[in-house]
């Protein structure tokens, strides 16, 4: 419902900031992984959210993972790239969620510089048993 109401970002903004706050009181060696709804990441200007929000939370960007689903790398794979190349610039980690519920491939995900990759347990259940 926030999506359609174009609230995500707001939401989206107001989380990652909080989730910042709360693990800069953490040890140093723990990072904070913060989902995104691909509405955040497609919205114009994400990278310059992040980078603010860390700068003004005073949070390293190594410590911050940001985890995508792999809907959100269908869509407008140039800008994509671009985003999450500037993300890995600012030393952002990157993860994929639930790889193998779309349109999985693995070579595919050559093109993208992720630091983590989350499989879906459908896309392996059968590996030693389906030939």
């Known amino acids: 419902m926030a999506e359609a109401d174009g609230l ?18 953490w040890p140093s060696h723990f990072i904070v992984a913060v989902n ?4 955040e990441f497609l919205r114009g200007g994400f990278t310059d959210r992040v980078s603010g929000i860390l700068d003004e939370v005073g949070f390293p960007a190594e410590r911050l993972e940001i985890e995508i689903t792999e809907s959100v790398l269908l869509e407008r794979t140039t800008n994509n790239l671009d985003i999450l190349h500037t993300l890995e610039v600012l030393g952002v980690r990157i993860a994929l969620d ?17 630091d983590t990759i989350k499989i879906d347990r459908h896309f392996i259940k059968d590996v030693e048993t389906n030939p």
């Open 8 to 25: 995500m970002g707001d939401i989206g903004a107001w989380v990652l900031e909080q989730a910042c706050s709360e693990a800069s009181t």
């Open 36 to 39: 995104l709804s691909p509405a």
């Open 98 to 114: 639930d790889f193998g519920t779309r349109y999985s491939s693995l070579s595919y995900l050559q093109n993208f510089p992720f």
